[in-house]
């Protein structure tokens, strides 16, 4: 799951520095290096130093993983339809919300 985050973040935002990728997702910096280590190994993710200041890294999709992505997000967009299907749409809203209360309640 923390990899597809990742990946979909990036795909979503484009190329981020690792410090930005973990402020947008709320995670420490050294939790994130895991996962982008391990994506990195697969080789869905490319590191690049910034030319200006060389301490940042720079953290983009390879075309490996923008296909991977992709067909991760396609998969979970037809999941979420067939999970959806016979709602109303009202009722879909009190479910989120429901779910949105659920997961601050564990966050606390």
Do not use: C, P, W
Request: no cysteine; proline share 0%.
């Amino acid at each position: 799951m923390a990899q597809y985050i990742h990946l979909r973040s990036l795909r979503e935002e484009g190329a981020l520095s690792q410090s930005e990728l973990s402020a947008i997702l709320g995670i420490e910096k050294a939790s994130s290096t895991r996962v982008l280590d391990e994506l990195e190994q697969r080789q869905l993710i490319l590191r690049e130093r910034n030319r200006e200041d060389r301490r940042v890294v720079v953290v983009s999709l390879s075309d490996q993983g923008r296909k991977k992505i992709d067909q991760a997000m396609k998969a979970a967009r037809t999941a979420a339809d067939r999970a959806s299907r016979g709602f109303e749409e009202d009722e879909l809203l009190q479910l989120f919300a429901a779910m949105d209360k659920l997961i601050g309640n564990l966050s606390s």
